[in-house]
């Protein structure tokens, strides 16, 4: 991916919600909810304060994220449907949930 987020912005890939219910239903596509977490694959450089100090971001690439569900641009790269959002919109980080 040759792609360089600017200021607070970071790119997050979906992670897709698996197609079987726990009940062993297949759900279509149709019926799915866009998923709200996704593996990081490229961070801004941070925030700029009202001084000019720029705030590095909390979030790395590999990080797995929940983020609103309403965040962000979709945009697609490579083949790839990403999502660039602001590190604010970020809601945790899923700790050991380091990405693919």
């Known amino acids: 991916m040759n792609i360089k987020p600017l200021h ?6 979906r992670i897709e919600e698996d197609t079987l219910s726990a009940g ?6 149709s019926a799915k909810e866009k998923p ?3 593996i990081v694959k490229s961070v801004g450089p941070g925030k700029r304060t009202d001084d000019g100090k720029v705030l590095k ?7 797995r994220v929940l983020f609103g569900k309403y965040a962000g641009t979709g ?8 999502m660039v959002i602001r ?8 700790v050991g ?3 693919k």
């Open 8 to 13: 607070d912005r970071i790119v997050v890939e």
């Open 75 to 82: 945009i697609k790269l490579d083949g790839k449907e990403l």
């Open 36 to 38: 709200d977490q996704g």
């Open 57 to 63: 971001p909390e979030v790395k690439v590999g990080d």
């Open 24 to 29: 062993g239903i297949v759900i279509p596509d």
């Open 97 to 99: 949930g380091k990405g």
């Open 87 to 94: 590190e604010e919109d970020v809601l945790a980080v899923i």
